[in-house]
């Protein structure tokens, strides 16, 4: 059989694919990969298409053993990676033999890499993914020791070098938005939204959260109740207390606080690679 032993998870270990984008009318998030960008490239790196699964780590740690055969690649931030104990390297194919273990160092920057494999991983989806989804609790568990998570058939060859190597995450990001829908609530949105924010250790697979100075109602708004409406990926929610958040691909499908503006897709990824205490300053559009 085809598999990957999970001898260490490291802090979390989920399997991700692209997600499970159109079931927002039953209240099921659209999940998958955080960092898109980073998982599309290691399936072009393992010869898979860029849609198969892979293993999405927080800060390292995962080491797991081949069961048979297969290429592998490690994509996200630059990142130490070892194979028996002898140093490969991230963002390069890496040919495995039956028994030889990976391991996966902890990043100088960025919070998650990739783990991908010749075959894709394939754990049986549900609802047309394999995603793990925190929020809801559909799609596989996290991974745990000893377990094993089969792979699948190879149907491409390994592509070799694809782009330039990966960059350290920046200590500062500069995310372009688009305002609204409910930008009219807020003293002057665009303004406020440059202002400096901090990624706090609150974050997770949900959302970004930020601190900063609060975002100010207008008085005609003030005490307003807003009925629960959807949101997107990507949406600032500004709750009671002004400090935005920023869904990533296990929001709630609805919410019931005005949402100030919306992160451009392409930006998703470094929001999802910022560590807490990352400094954030979103520009405005309208």
Known sequence: ???????????????????????????????????????????????????????????????????????????????????????????TPIPLRSGQTLTIGRPATGLRCYLTASGGIAVPPVLGSRSADVLS???????????????????????????????????RLAVPVLLGPRDDWFADAGASLNAQWTVTAESNRVGVRLDGPPLRRVSTVATSELPSEGVLTGAIQVPPNGLPLVFLADHPTTGGYPVVAVVRRESLGALAQARPGTLVRFQASF
């Open 137 to 171: 609790g559909l799609g596989p568990s996290p991974l745990e020791a000893g377990a094993r998570v089969p792979l699948g058939p190879v149907t491409g060859v390994p592509s070799g070098a694809d782009v330039v190597a990966a960059s350290p995450a920046p200590p």
């Open 1 to 91: 059989m085809r598999a990957l032993e999970i001898v260490s998870p490291g802090s979390l270990a989920l399997v991700e694919d692209l997600g499970r984008p159109g079931y927002a009318h039953l209240g099921v998030p659209p999940s998958g990969a955080l960092d898109v960008a980073a998982l599309r490239l290691g399936n072009r790196l393992v010869g898979n298409p860029e849609y198969a699964a892979g293993i999405e780590t927080v800060l390292g740690g995962l080491t797991v053993r081949a069961a048979a055969s297969c290429t592998a690649a490690v994509t996200g931030p630059p990142v130490a990676v070892s194979v028996d104990g002898r140093e490969t390297g991230s963002h």
